[in-house]
């Protein structure tokens, strides 16, 4: 499995705009083949920064999504919106302790 964090920070003004926008392409998302959760998630501390955090089957899988007509959408309405430069990891899981309730 491959664990996909995305930081994005927005301009104020454009929030919810972007809350618009991944609202309209969450479900999408999620049925893409290979995908196996998606959430979305904010800073405590600053709230212009918001998370995807996406877990995938493979990178394959997330590759499909990357190089998908979805994706590009997707991008072109967020990116719009950024008020700095995005961050991207792919993650393995190497310890898995704490039950999430």
């Not at 003004?13 to 969450?26: C, N, P, R, W, Y």
């Not at 430069?85 to 999430?100: C, G």
């Amino acid at each position: 499995m491959i664990f996909r964090i995305v930081k994005m920070t927005f301009k104020p003004e454009t929030i919810e705009d972007f809350k618009s926008v991944f609202g309209e392409s969450a479900e999408y998302i999620r049925s893409f083949p290979g995908n196996m959760g998606l959430q979305l998630l904010q800073s405590c501390e600053d709230k212009n920064v918001f998370f995807t955090y996406s877990i995938w089957q493979n990178d394959e899988a997330l590759q499909a999504y990357r190089n998908s007509p979805l994706f590009d959408s997707t991008w072109a309405k967020t990116k719009v919106l950024f008020g700095g430069k995005p961050e991207a990891w792919s993650t393995d899981m190497i310890w898995k302790d704490l039950p999430v309730n």
